[in-house]
Nanobody, 121 residues
Framework: QVKLVESGGGLVQAGGSLTLSCVAS????????MGWYRQAPGKQREVVAT??????ANYEDSVKGRFTISRGGRDTVHLQMSMLKPEDTAVYYC????????????????WGQGTQVTVSS
């Protein structure tokens, strides 16, 4: 079993900053990619940023220059968000692409419970 626990969401004014964190635990042999996704009301879930095991980061166009993804150890990922806009309001989810230690198989469908980020104008 794999568990992802997110933290750091909240309410912030436009132009403000927040940092999200996600810690993965459980049957993990190795992690390939960690990422953040978000889902706004009435919209599909979209990728925000991803980072590989060798620290290659990729960002959705609308957050480039404002968000920074980083890894804080093998099983932890952070998302530093600055210059937040009302359109960044969403539930943010952590996702991990990993190899399970119990089965030796790759697993993509690992999600946290989500953390709400609300940006007021």
């Amino acid at each position: 079993q794999v568990k992802l626990v997110e933290s750091g969401g909240g309410l912030v004014q436009a132009g403000g900053s927040l940092t999200l964190s996600c810690v993965a635990s459980g049957s993990i042999m190795g992690i390939t990619v960690m990422g953040w996704y978000r889902q706004a009301p009435g919209k599909q879930r979209e990728v925000v940023a991803t980072i590989t095991s060798d620290d290659y980061a990729n960002y959705e166009d609308s957050v480039k220059g404002r968000f920074t993804i980083s890894r804080g150890g093998r099983d932890t990922v952070h998302l530093q968000m600055s210059m937040l806009k009302p359109e960044d309001t969403a539930v943010y989810y952590c996702n991990v692409d990993l190899v399970r230690s119990d089965t030796g198989t790759r697993s993509f469908d690992n999600w946290g419970q989500g953390t709400q980020v609300t940006v007021s104008s």
